[in-house]
């Protein structure tokens, strides 16, 4: 966690989550959700020193090819088959401001739709050049870019005929564990958006629009991979020198 | 017109779904060879400060089964009690200590364990220090947003008694759900989603 140490320190409590952007804990379209959910209301109190806080990680976690999904699980001289894109974007928060060393883990099927995981069971076959996970850190502007093929859609058992759009499954940490972030990202123009009971738990058209990544055609690489452009935004904190810390946290 | 404040809106979250696995422990869902091991497997090792603790437990839905592909994250300062963070401004921590790990509900019974070690007390905003305790996020296949609540100990009803969190708990009864069970060194907690036995949740 060393090469963070030049940054200065933000130690402000983070802006409440509006939770009527979010998607709510229940949400019956999605039928998991039901006895997942809680059901009383959450407890709610400004961030402690225990959530302003949160782990960062530095570059000595990443291997050389963890962002790059083509190539990270293929044998030498191979790689996985699909539409080969780049996936790339900046980490924000509320504030608008960088969120530099951002770890940023992602997941997806491959091409056709299928899970590389013991419980997975979909008829699609395995590609066996493509594992589907990836990782990597954001650089001092908050930038972050993976190449990977886009993955298919699939069905799942929710409805008798639910299948989810093309996804990629993003984790992120900022700088403080309230900001910690699981999402899905979306590909632009994909008409099963629209058809998806996961996507349909985000009650606000807009904050579903924020999951779709257009098409970034001026950083298309020519004869080689597409481009998609995909910034996150984490919960900004308080900038006001006006804090009641007594303990200097 | 007033000025416009230009804050954005924060991302929205989706379900880690049921293969969370493959991006944030591949190697314990069978996806082995990209990374040498997964990250947050382990918090402590031979010179990490303070009283070696294992805690033990399993994430339960509404009809009282054990979800058996959640994903759990913990977070917690030191011995000393101060956190591995760049926005700890009070000291440096243990560097022998993460303070950050993961761990999936396994996939037989529902089981997740953690090797950690007791963590100090650290202050509320106002100074107050806060009782010894452990953040949990856990994430799953049915859950659309990561739940925050907190452990507990048993062994601490002096400073539990004066902790600020669970001083907000209005019905008394239920801030017992953040306290383990089990005795030094072997704690247990049960987190449950739904119904009687609800663990408090934290919007924090």
Redesign the interface.
């Given at each position: 966690m060393s090469d963070t140490e030049n940054r200065r320190p933000e130690t402000g409590a983070f802006f409440q989550r509006d939770r009527n952007w979010h998607p709510p804990a229940f949400a019956p379209g999605y039928k998991t959700s039901v006895l997942r959910s809680p059901q009383k209301a959450l407890l709610s109190l400004d961030s402690t020193i225990s959530e302003i806080t949160g782990p960062v990680f530095g570059h000595s976690v990443l291997g050389e090819l963890d962002n790059d999904l083509i190539h990270n699980f293929a044998k030498a001289g191979e790689s996985a088959i699909g539409e080969r894109i780049i996936v790339h974007g900046r980490v924000l928060d509320e504030r608008g401001r960088p969120v530099a060393g951002a770890l940023l883990e992602f997941w997806q099927a491959n091409a056709g739709g299928r899970y590389r995981h013991k419980k997975e069971s979909y008829l699609a076959p395995l590609d066996p050049n493509f594992g589907g996970c990836g990782r990597t850190i954001t650089d001092e502007n908050g930038y972050y870019c993976f190449r990977t093929i886009r993955p298919g859609a699939y069905p799942w058992p929710n409805g008798v005929n639910d299948w989810r759009p093309a996804h990629i499954h993003f984790s992120i940490f900022g700088h403080g564990f309230a900001q910690r972030l699981i999402t899905q990202m979306y590909f632009e123009g994909d008409p099963m958006i629209w058809k998806c009971p996961i996507v349909g738990t985000i009650p606000d058209r807009g904050a579903i629009e924020q999951l779709i990544a257009p098409l970034d055609w001026a950083n298309t690489i020519p004869m080689d991979a597409r481009a998609y452009k995909f910034d996150i935004v984490l919960r900004g904190r308080r900038s006001t020198l006006f804090e009641n810390r007594p303990e200097g946290n | 017109m007033a000025q416009d404040l230009?804050?954005?809106?924060?991302?929205?979250?989706?379900?880690?779904?049921?293969?969370?696995?493959?991006?944030?422990t591949?190697n314990f869902?069978?996806?082995s060879?990209?990374?040498?091991r997964d990250?947050g497997s382990a918090m402590v090792n031979d010179q990490t400060l303070g009283e070696r603790i294992t805690v033990t437990g399993r994430v339960i839905?509404?009809?009282g089964a054990p979800?058996k592909?959640a994903l759990i994250?913990i977070?917690?300062?030191d011995a000393a009690g101060l956190?591995?963070?760049?926005?700890?401004?009070?000291g440096a921590a243990d560097p022998n200590f993460?303070?950050?790990a993961r761990c999936p509900t396994s996939?037989e019974d529902g089981i997740f364990v953690f090797e950690t070690i007791k963590p100090g007390r650290?202050?509320?905003?106002?100074?107050r220090l806060?009782a010894p305790?452990i953040?949990f996020?856990i994430?799953?296949?049915?859950?659309?947003?990561?739940?925050?609540t907190?452990l507990y100990f048993p062994d601490e009803a002096a400073a539990n008694a004066e902790d600020p969190?669970l001083a907000?708990?209005e019905h008394r009864h239920?801030a017992e759900t953040l306290v383990a069970g089990g005795q030094a060194p072997n704690y247990v907690f049960d987190i449950h989603?739904?119904?009687e036995k609800?663990?408090?949740?934290?919007?924090?």
């Open positions: - | 230009g804050y954005l809106k924060e991302t929205p979250s989706q379900t880690a779904g049921p293969y969370v696995h493959i991006g944030l591949p869902g069978g996806l060879g990209v990374y040498q990250l839905d509404g009809t979800l592909d994250e977070w917690q300062a956190y591995n963070s760049p926005s700890e401004m009070r993460t303070g950050w996939a650290v202050p509320f905003k106002d100074g806060m305790h953040t996020w994430v799953a296949r049915g859950i659309n947003i990561g739940l925050h907190r969190l907000r708990i239920r989603l739904q119904g609800e663990t408090v949740f934290l919007d924090i």
